[in-house]
């Protein structure tokens, strides 16, 4: 039987999907799987490629785009194993990552989750494969730009974790949904993810509550992807209102009452400063100016965050 169910959900990402799935069976390592490709109703022949090419894989063709979380709910309801694995299809597993990520979540039961390594193509570090939680202090440093001045400084970027190069084991606040494993038990204990987060912030979300019933995520280098970031969303426009919407959302789930009023104005003034920097900097109607002003024009919806 096998010990892993790999989880994969593809929205109009044909090539990388694939890509994905043959690097995960080259290089995942001595460890047994079952995987899981849900096909988000893509329109570029994700699901008749990986129905071509991987036979062997268990595809869900799904008529409509229900979102990541959604449809890793939909899909772990299918698991028969011992553990989760949810693997981005923008991402291609270096050597042994599988296998020793399972290893170390077997050695780290008081984790709950565990996470890897993200590097771009070119091999740098891509330090998007972890972060610690907002808080009023980490919404400050970002709203102001302290994060982006001091990046390499835990104080002033607390969310980033400072200049941390992802190449020690460590205990964080979440570990992203890319490169994510969790033991089918406690997955089922939390209930999935919260079907209020579309896209993004829904393993934040888990790993908050993971903490809440006494578990700590943690990062293991031995366990090291490639990752794009972002291939499904294809307009940055889209994918910063999603995240600032998750945001809100987070806030409204984990944060104290008294807290909250200061957190939402943190995200408007967050988005409020790159509206004013991107105007005065001259950049006209092209680039981040445009980003930054629709952006700032639907802050009414994204700072309700999901309904």
Same mark, same amino acid.
């Given at each position: 039987m096998a010990e892993v169910t790999v989880i994969m959900v593809s929205y109009n990402t044909r090539e990388l999907t694939c890509t994905a799935i043959d690097t995960l069976l080259r290089n995942a390592g001595d460890v047994t799987m079952d995987i899981i490709v849900w096909d988000n109703a893509s329109e570029d022949g994700s699901a008749d490629a990986v129905a071509e090419r991987f036979a062997d894989i268990n595809l869900i063709r799904s008529d409509d785009n229900v979102g990541f979380g959604a449809a890793n709910n939909a899909a772990a309801k299918l698991a028969q194993t011992e553990w989760l694995l949810l693997l981005n299809p923008d991402t291609e597993t270096h050597p042994n990552a599988v296998a020793n990520l399972l290893a170390f979540a077997k050695a780290h039961p008081e984790a709950g989750i565990v996470g890897g390594r993200t590097v771009f193509p070119d091999g740098t570090l891509n330090i998007a494969s972890c972060w610690n939680r907002?808080?009023?202090?980490?919404?400050? =440093?970002?709203?102001?730009?302290? @994060?982006?001045?001091? @990046?390499?400084?835990?104080?002033?970027?607390?969310?980033?974790?400072?200049?941390?190069?992802? !190449?020690?084991?460590?205990?964080? !606040?979440?570990?992203?949904? =890319?490169?994510?494993?969790?033991?089918?038990?406690?997955?089922?204990?939390?209930?999935?993810? @919260?079907?209020?987060?579309?896209?993004?912030?829904?393993?934040? !979300?888990? =790993?908050?509550?993971?903490?809440?019933?006494?578990?700590?995520?943690?990062?293991?280098? !031995?366990?090291q992807i490639m990752h794009l970031v972002g291939a499904s969303s294809k307009r940055r426009e889209d994918k910063v209102l999603r995240l600032m919407r998750a945001k809100a959302t987070l806030i409204q789930d984990h944060w104290s009452n008294a807290a909250r009023p200061f957190g939402i104005t943190m995200l408007w003034l967050w988005i409020a400063m790159r509206r004013a920097g991107s105007a005065l900097l001259g950049l006209g109607s092209g680039g981040s100016s445009e980003l930054w002003k629709q952006v700032w024009r639907q802050r009414r919806a994204w700072l309700g965050g999901y309904r």
């Open positions: 907002m808080t009023p202090w980490s919404l400050f =440093c970002n709203a102001v730009g302290l @994060s982006r001045v001091f @990046s390499s400084s835990e104080l002033f970027n607390p969310e980033g974790i400072g200049g941390w190069k992802r !190449d020690t084991v460590r205990k964080v !606040d979440i570990v992203v949904g =890319c490169f994510f494993m969790i033991r089918t038990s406690l997955w089922r204990e939390l209930g999935g993810f @919260s079907p209020r987060y579309f896209m993004y912030g829904e393993e934040s !979300d888990m =790993c908050l509550r993971a903490a809440k019933i006494g578990y700590r995520p943690m990062i293991t280098p !031995d366990a």
